[in-house]
Structures are given as C-alpha cells and as structure tokens.
C-alpha cells in the first residue's frame, strides 16, 4: 500500500516529506487537516503523534512521526536516487544542516517574518525587528556550510535541500529576504537554480500560484 502522509498542505515540514517521495518516485496518500482548527484534527490523530505536530507517516502498517526520521525512512525504504550522501563528511553535513533548519532557523524566517507579513492582519513590525538578528545568522551560517554545487551538500540533491525547500519558500515571499537573501551568494545560487525541479512544482503550497 502507498505511504500515507498526514498533515497540512501548507505545512513546511509536510511538504519536506512530500518532496522526498516526489524526489523517490514513490506514489503516496495525502491525508489533510487544518492544524490549527481543533475541531478538523482527527479524533485519534493523538495517537499517531502524541505531540500534536505535523506530519504524521505511516507505511504497511509502520506508523512514525518527527519529520527527520521521516525523510530518512522515506530513503532507505525505497527504491530510486538516494538522498543522503555516502560520503561520510557530507553526510555529515546533511545532518548539520538539516539540524540548523530545524533549531535555528524555522522559528525567525518562517514562524516570525513569513507569518507575520502574510499571515496576520497587521504586521508586527517590533516581532519582525527582533527576529532578523537571527534571521541574518541563520542565513550567513548556511552560506558558509555549502559550497558551489547546485545542491546544498553537493552534487546531488539531499534530505537537506527536501527540508530547506518548503522554508525558502514561504521566506522568499518577504521583503526581508529580497533584502537579506542577496548577501549570500552561495546560498542564492541554490534558490535560483533548483527552481525547476518537478518535485516543487507537484507539492506547491495550496495559495501558491505555478
């Protein structure tokens, strides 16, 4: 049976799993809710993540959480390109990157700038001020983590790009990152040249336009 998926559409880590199984070639079911209505959450969606986060995963039976350990199962389980380096360094760096996604950089591009430009009825301008201290960390720390290759760790697109992908875009659609983004090249460089791939354009967000 196709994997299921779990979760909101418009989330960044649903669609960070969405893009590994595109980017896999692995047919799956996407099962939504809107996380923020309590009424529209399944009855037993506790138990399948008794933290209340998204996505929750499931595959013949194996029902897993947390995000990570969904991308990796999604590679190992499945057949098509792999997406984690065999090389032991850039593994590594994967790893280092993806944890820089989550525990540095989620919270001041996406939760405080993307949400409070485009999510809330007025901007509030002090959050956002706050927030592009770290913003600006988060971003020149990835800049000196890739290298040139069109990919985040590499010649080959990762589990990291499948995780950074959804974050950029939410973030590119503010100003703050029309600002920022052009004073990392490297970084830049990446943005603009995986545009094209399939695996965006099938997992789009739902006020996405193509």
């Keep these: 049976m196709d994997p299921l998926v779990i979760g909101p559409a418009y989330s960044v880590y649903v669609r960070s799993v969405r893009i590994a199984l595109e980017e896999k070639g692995v047919p799956y079911r996407l099962e939504q809710f809107d996380v923020f209505d309590d009424a529209d959450i399944p ?20 029902a897993l959480y947390e995000s990570g350990a969904v991308l990796r199962y999604i590679d190992e389980a499945f057949a ?69 290759a069109p990919f985040l760790t590499g010649s080959a697109l990762t589990l990291a790009d499948c995780h950074a992908i959804p974050m950029f875009t939410y973030f590119s659609r503010t100003p703050e990152a029309r600002t920022l983004m052009p004073e990392q090249p490297r970084l830049s460089a990446w943005w603009a040249g995986i545009q094209g791939r399939p695996s965006i354009a099938a997992t789009r967000f739902p006020d996405e336009t193509a």
């Design 43 to 62: 009855s037993d969606y506790l138990d399948r993540h008794p933290f209340k986060r998204v996505p929750a995963f499931e595959h013949d039976g194996f």
């Design 80 to 148: 098509g390109p792999p997406l984690q380096p065999s090389d032991l360094r850039q593994r590594a760096r994967m790893n280092q990157i993806l944890a820089v996604i989550d525990n540095y950089l989620y919270w001041p591009l996406v939760r405080t700038i993307f949400v409070q430009r485009e999510r809330e009825a007025e901007a509030d301008e002090v959050e956002i001020a706050d927030a592009l201290p770290a913003a600006k960390r988060c971003l020149a720390a990835l800049e000196r983590l890739i290298d040139a």
